[in-house]
């Protein structure tokens, strides 16, 4: 079975810094992808970003990167340059395939940003 | 391009009713799924539709059902209301190798 684990209920970064926010996952199957979700107090998920386990280079999208660490089974997101528009729920979730597969999820990270 | 879209975005009701939430997908996808998000909690996958049929579902009892139209459009039915539905519940859309996108969801309170 699929797990994802985020251990960071909350964490505070200061405005124009860069914050890790870790993932670590387990599964048996060969081949899944890893994403990034941001919840603000809205409610929608906002897709961030993607990494497939086969991919060879770590993913960017903008000031988003995920740090992939396959033999950790890590999947931590790094946000550069801290936005104040950045505080909101994160979500770390993977599935088998890439839009045919469900997601599932972690319990979150809360991130705050002060400026 | 318009994408995920839900509705109603509120609904309270009472013990024992039945619900229905609607959801329209992104243009180009064709797959929806079903999350429901307790307070506090991470998303729990209820189901997915694909080609008008169920193609996978989660650990969810058989008071949620599902419809997927013609058009990709899907609707997600509970029967028999409990407390514990009270949620934020969320549809996906996607297509074969595209990441899943949100709607806004639809926050039901069951009093």
């Known amino acids: 079975a699929q797990k994802i684990t985020q251990t960071q209920p909350g964490m505070f970064v200061q405005e124009k810094e860069a914050v890790t926010l870790d993932c670590t996952y387990d599964?048996?199957?060969?081949?899944?992808?890893l994403f990034w979700y941001k919840q603000p107090s809205s409610g929608e998920m906002i897709f961030l970003i993607y990494?497939?386990?086969?991919?060879?280079q770590n993913a960017t999208e903008g000031r988003y990167s995920l740090n992939f660490q396959k033999a950790r089974k890590s999947a931590n997101l790094v946000i550069s340059a801290s936005q104040l528009g950045d505080s909101a729920m994160y979500f770390c979730a993977m599935s088998r395939f890439r839009g045919t597969d469900k997601l599932i999820f972690g319990t979150g990270t809360r991130l705050q940003v002060f400026p | 391009d318009a994408g995920v879209t839900q509705s109603p975005t509120h609904l309270i009701k009472t013990r024992g009713q039945q619900v229905t939430l609607r959801c329209s997908p992104k243009s180009g996808h064709d797959t929806v799924s079903w999350y429901q998000q307790a307070l506090g909690q991470g998303p729990q996958f209820i189901f997915q539709y694909y080609e008008e049929e169920e193609r996978q579902r989660g650990n969810f009892p058989d008071r949620f059902s599902g419809h997927q139209f013609p058009n990709y459009s899907s609707e997600l039915n509970v029967n028999a209301l409990l407390l514990g539905d009270s949620a934020l519940y969320l549809c996906?859309?996607?297509?074969?190798?595209?990441?899943?996108?949100f709607g806004p969801g639809t926050r039901l309170l069951v009093l």
């Open positions: 599964t048996s199957d060969p081949s899944y992808g």
């Open positions: 996906a859309s996607s297509s074969t190798a595209e990441t899943q996108y």
């Open positions: 990494q497939g386990s086969y991919d060879q």
